[in-house]
């Protein structure tokens, strides 16, 4: 192996509210050689999603933060461009947590491998990756079935557009909320979703109780705040939430206040459940056969939005926090 140099996103100053070019930096670092039982792998895409943003922080949670100086982690999918592990070779197709780079050495536990002949293979980030993977995760974990009145906020997000589309394959009512009408008629005429919402337009809660007057009996939550609160009014005695992210208080600087109608999990005898999508690791060979059968068959379709450069990656990330994406945002790698 000659030298190798790759350019690499790091993280120089920890955010204040919403994060800023200023925030970051991109280097240039040289590749050690290669060792034993090591594996040589160029990145083709990389993910960026909001829960990223938490990890700027230094602060204790689910996932370590990120280091100042360092190169940032996250999903990536790429190729195997030498091996010293019998576990992969030259020509390989893998997915790893090491984003935000365009080369990276590491051992054969760390890499998962995935078929070349999925096309795109950006669909490993999408659908077919981690972000299908908490959507599907997400409506097992409260046993959502045919026939649930299910509302999706951020349904036009990575999430919850799969999200919405998995409920409809099981036979569920599905209802999703959107920051625009391109996204509104992106849910119903390219996901199926039965209604599609534009928050930007009245109050959410307003429009749920003209278009479900009897309720929903779950809310796929993406975003908290005041979405949060508009289905706990929304939902059924018995309803059911999966608490996978709250996109709308992640650049806040100061803790906002929980909803007013929070007594309703009590009077509605709610159940909410937390969602991380590593708990769900060990069941991800059930996960793809299940939803990559879908994907194949054309039932399921994943979309995205693509930047292309690894210079393109913060505004790419930036973009997340403004809606700048429908569904999955993705940095292709020159």
């Given at each position: 192996m000659t030298d190798i140099m790759s350019r690499e996103i790091q993280l120089v100053s920890r955010p204040k509210g919403i994060p800023t070019a200023d925030n970051f930096a991109i280097a240039q670092t040289k590749l050690e050689p290669l060792q034993d039982q090591q594996?040589?792998?160029r990145n083709l895409y990389m993910s960026v999603d909001p829960y990223m943003r938490g990890r700027m922080n230094d602060v204790k949670s689910y996932v370590p933060p990120f280091e100042l100086g360092k190169a940032l982690d996250g999903s990536a999918i790429g190729e195997v461009i030498e091996s010293r592990a019998k576990e992969f070779k030259q020509g390989d197709i893998v997915?790893?947590?090491?984003?935000?780079?365009?080369?990276?050495?590491?051992?054969?536990?760390?890499?998962?491998?995935?078929?070349?002949?999925?096309?795109p293979l950006s669909v490993y980030l999408g659908a077919l990756g981690m972000t299908g993977l908490t959507a599907w995760a997400g409506l097992n974990l409260v046993e959502v079935k045919a026939g649930d009145v299910i509302f999706i906020s951020g349904a036009a997000g990575a999430v919850g557009n799969v999200a919405g589309q998995l409920a409809k394959l099981r036979g569920c009512h599905v209802i999703g909320a959107a920051g625009s009408m391109e996204k509104v008629q992106?849910?119903?005429?390219?996901?199926?979703?039965?209604?599609?919402?534009?928050?930007?337009?009245?109050?959410?809660?307003?429009?749920?109780?003209?278009?479900?007057?009897?309720?929903?009996?779950?809310?796929?939550?993406?975003?908290?705040?005041?979405?949060?609160?508009?289905?706990?009014?929304?939902?059924?005695?018995?309803?059911?939430?999966?608490?996978?992210?709250?996109?709308?208080?992640?650049?806040?600087?100061?803790?906002?206040?929980?909803?007013?109608?929070?007594?309703?999990?009590?009077?509605?005898?709610?159940?909410?459940?937390?969602?991380?999508?590593?708990?769900?690791?060990?069941?991800?060979?059930e996960f793809e056969k299940e939803v990559g059968g879908y994907f194949r068959s054309g039932k399921l379709k994943n979309k995205e939005t693509v930047v292309v450069g690894i210079e393109q990656a913060v505004s790419a990330f930036l973009g997340l926090f403004s809606g700048k994406n429908i569904g999955k945002m993705v940095v292709k790698l020159d």
């Open positions: 594996v040589l792998v997915t790893s947590s090491f984003g935000w780079r365009e080369y990276f050495i590491t051992a054969p536990k760390n890499l998962h491998s995935v078929s070349r002949e999925m096309q992106f849910l119903r005429e390219e996901c199926g979703f039965d209604i599609a919402l534009d928050y930007k337009v009245s109050p959410i809660l307003e429009q749920l109780n003209r278009e479900v007057p009897d309720g929903i009996d779950v809310y796929f939550d993406n975003v908290g705040g005041a979405m949060l609160e508009a289905a706990l009014s929304a939902l059924r005695v018995h309803g059911r939430i999966i608490a996978c992210g709250g996109i709308s208080s992640y650049n806040q600087e100061k803790p906002q206040l929980g909803p007013a109608n929070l007594f309703n999990m009590t009077t509605k005898r709610l159940t909410m459940k937390g969602l991380i999508v590593s708990d769900s690791l060990s069941r991800q060979n």
